[in-house]
């Protein structure tokens, strides 16, 4: 079946201007995560949605970045007056809810903010 | 907090076999994985293993942990130019119940032909 979608593939934008980047997890997949992978920075936890409960903050770097998931499945990920420092490659991943579930990741979107 | 460490680079010739390893400080992780990394995709999940298993073999792949010393390898049997990328080891956070995975750095695997 069709495994996590990421759009878009590349994002150029501005110093100081909102990008927003979207994921659709595999359908059925309840758990959705947001991982930033930087430059010799590896894979940083960003946010963590499971169904209705309260997502899992604790990652966002910064109170410019959030994230929503609308009706449990599509989640963007929003960082507003970006930053030259939030040049990154963004990974959505989805599981199931089941603590021993493996993510499966989408191919990401690239952002670079000149 | 909890770690996971790997070495940066590995390089093989095609054919021989290649072992990544990896280890992890965090004692209750139950679940750990191994993904790959190619040049411009996202991860992909290459296997994983329970805490209450010593070895796993999936085809030319095979995963060994040890819990005493909190080691996890994987080995490729029979390394082609394919397999050149970048593998992640990374383990359930143990301290939360999100599910959530912490990465190593990943290791850069080089085959020669």
């Known amino acids: 079946g069709a495994g996590v979608s990421q759009s878009p593939s590349n994002k150029v934008t501005e110093k100081g201007k909102d990008v927003e980047l979207r994921c659709d997890p595999i359908s059925g997949h309840t758990a959705l995560y947001w991982y930033r992978q930087s430059l010799g920075q590896g894979l940083e936890f960003l946010i963590y949605?499971?169904?209705?409960?309260?997502?899992?903050k604790s990652g966002l770097p910064s109170d410019r970045f959030s994230a929503e998931r609308t009706g449990g499945s599509v989640s963007t990920l929003t960082i507003q007056r970006t930053q030259q420092e939030d040049s990154a490659v963004y990974l959505c991943?989805?599981?199931?809810?089941?603590?021993?579930?493996?993510?499966?990741f989408g191919n990401g979107t690239r952002l670079t903010v000149t | 907090g909890e770690d996971v460490e790997q070495s940066l680079f590995l390089s093989v010739r095609e054919g021989d076999s290649s072992v990544i390893n990896c280890t992890y400080t965090d004692s209750s992780s139950t679940y750990l994985y191994w993904y790959k990394q190619e040049p411009g995709a996202g991860l992909q999940l290459l296997t994983y293993i329970f805490s209450n298993m010593d070895m796993k073999q999936d085809q030319r792949l095979t995963v060994l942990l040890n819990k005493k010393d909190k080691h996890l390898s994987l080995r490729i049997a029979d390394t082609q130019t394919g397999d050149s990328a970048i593998y992640f080891c990374?383990?359930?956070?143990?301290?939360?119940?999100?599910?959530?995975?912490?990465f190593g750095q990943g290791t850069t695997l080089q085959v020669k032909p």
């Open positions: 949605f499971q169904g209705n409960s309260a997502p899992d």
């Open positions: 990374a383990e359930k956070d143990g301290s939360s119940n999100t599910g959530k995975l912490i």
């Open positions: 991943a989805s599981s199931l809810w089941d603590r021993g579930r493996p993510l499966h």
